[in-house]
């Protein structure tokens, strides 16, 4: 069956209206034209290539991220921590001997997303999670793909249960990150690391072969991811196995040891697939995991401007709030 | 915004397939044709042409159901209850004193289901319940609008708790059984009554007013429900408010109360964000709610015969077991 490629679904051409039942917010920013087709993917050997788009992008996402962030108070010390920055971001009003830590893998299609993105993301997590968080500047593909990220990612989570009950640990990310916090995890467990307190994977991307139905079903509807990721993915892999569960988490093996999961994803988002088969998959290894769903939103919300993602800021507070030892 | 209809997304034709990562019965079923374009509706004062329409469905929808209820091994009783049939279907081997019952509210679009269908869609509900399960074969359409089929759940649930502990008794039903199921909780509670124990909506049609953004996007994905069933709705309304809670439970006020919930549809059904919707909702009202989405599934997941039907019976028979008194 699976390369009987007549048994497709054929779709006619649509016109969606954006549902009146929305916030005006959310019904805005589905109302405006979609980001756009990605730019070209540049070949997997041209760095400078990667760097410029990369560069482009960062700059649209931090001018979006900045006014949010800055409205947040929060104190922030650059720390480099064996040997990778990491933004330490505590809530103004922390109590000095709360131990209770956030680590946030920021997200970026893999290839984005470092520096002061990295650090206006784990700022803007911080009204989701509520306590101090420690954001990874995690190394990237072109100069340094896979597994240097993820490297770097458990180097940190390691260095962090040097000083910190596993228990005050809370580990997450959204898109890219998702898929690093969640294979983390994995890593992690199968290196002999205990599991944090939970997880909370929002919109991930946990699965670099684009396997999931939505990858087809709402592609053209999501209007923040308007193409696939494949040629990103691969860039990351650099050779290696993209169904590999450190690289694609959704096929690891959650019988041998997950945390507590919050997921969520939006009904027109390109990786709804991605939540909902995360989901299911931990479900059926008898791990708690809590699926929000978004309605009508494409990935990553609505720009995190809408009462909606208030909504799911309130909502992921609640699971995190609940999953600390104290 | 509500009426700028230039805000619409123009998506593409585009030719869907079927994910390979499903099990080949699903893979199967969604490789079938769709069910095809619904039958003309009836004017909605044809009675003879409702009926007529109805019995065919009925008789697809039976032969279907048939083969699998008579695999799972049950006494059925048939009682009337003030008034109202119930087909009152007891697994083998339940203990006499076993308090619990599963009170099963039949779908079939408000207008079919009743009968042998209403019993043998009471009995393919046991797997997920495990305990004796009153199906109520209420009143419906064209002769019966509401509030008859509304009062005549209603009336089975008060009738139930006369020698029921309600904490000894869940409410459940799928597609148009989860409106009733959802609108008689409303209703009870609004009479005095008090709450089940919990409640198990499968794809349910809390919506009438079809707002919900997946009427639109997966129109066409679908193949089980290929068109709106606006035409029904009215039939069922008989002219009362489309969006009055109860007939559309979305629309309920669920901080003055409501049992712990499961959720589930699939993310190719027509009831994605009715579910979703639904959630969220419940969520807010701080009503313990858990969303379950099948990857794939169009309404009514996979004819009941694919391993993933089997998973969603698993998950919700955890979901009920966890809630029981006992």
């Given amino acids: 069956m699976t390369d009987d490629s007549s048994h497709v679904r054929h779709v006619p051409a649509r016109d969606i209206p954006v549902p009146t039942h929305l916030s005006p917010e959310a019904q805005a920013m589905l109302s405006l034209p ?7 993917s540049p070949s997997l050997d041209d760095k400078e290539g990667w760097w410029a788009r990369t560069a482009v992008q960062d700059e649209m996402v931090l001018a979006a991220l900045a006014p949010r962030a800055a409205k947040i108070d929060v104190d922030v010390e650059d720390r480099v921590v064996d040997g990778v920055p990491v933004f330490v971001i505590t809530p103004r009003g922390t109590a000095a001997d709360d131990p209770r830590v956030f680590l946030d893998i920021h997200g970026g299609a893999l290839v984005m997303g470092s520096g002061a993105v990295c650090r206006a993301m784990g700022i803007t997590s911080i009204p989701r999670t509520g306590v101090a968080t420690w954001a ?3 190394r990237m593909p072109p100069s340094d793909p896979y597994p240097a990220p993820l490297d770097d990612c458990v180097a940190v989570y ?3 249960l040097e000083d910190h009950d596993p228990r005050d640990v809370i580990v997450g990310g959204s898109s890219a990150g998702g ?6 995890i994995l890593r992690a467990r ?7 307190a939970a997880a909370v994977l929002l919109t ?9 139905d939505s990858f087809h079903t709402n592609l053209g ?44 994803a939006g009904t027109r988002d390109l990786f709804l697939s991605n939540a909902v088969r995360m989901h299911v998959a931990l479900r059926e290894a008898g791990v708690p995991a809590d699926l929000y769903v978004l309605e009508g939103a494409p990935h990553g919300g609505f720009f995190g401007t809408a009462p909606e993602d ?12 609940e999953h600390w030892r104290t």
Same sequence: chains 1, 2.
């Avoid at 199968?190 to 944090?196: A, H, K, V, Y």
């Avoid at 991930?204 to 999931?212: Q, R």
């Avoid at 494949?230 to 450190?246: C, I, K, Q, R, V």
């Avoid at 690289?247 to 997921?263: E, H, R, V, W, Y």
């Fill in 34 to 40: 979609p980001l756009g087709e990605a730019p070209e």
């Fill in 310 to 321: 208030d909504q799911l800021d309130r909502v992921v507070r609640r699971f995190v709030d």
């Fill in 136 to 138: 990874v500047d995690y």
């Fill in 204 to 212: 991930p991307e946990v699965d670099l072969t684009e396997s999931g």
């Fill in 179 to 184: 898929n690093l916090a969640a294979a983390l």
């Fill in 158 to 160: 390691r260095a962090l």
């Fill in 190 to 196: 199968d290196e002999g690391l205990p599991l944090p």
């Fill in 221 to 264: 509807l999501d209007s923040v991811l308007t193409a696939r990721l494949m040629p990103t993915n691969l860039l990351y892999a650099d050779g290696h196995d993209l169904a590999h569960p450190y690289l694609s988490p959704l096929f690891g093996d959650f019988t041998k040891g997950f945390p507590p999961t919050f997921l969520q």
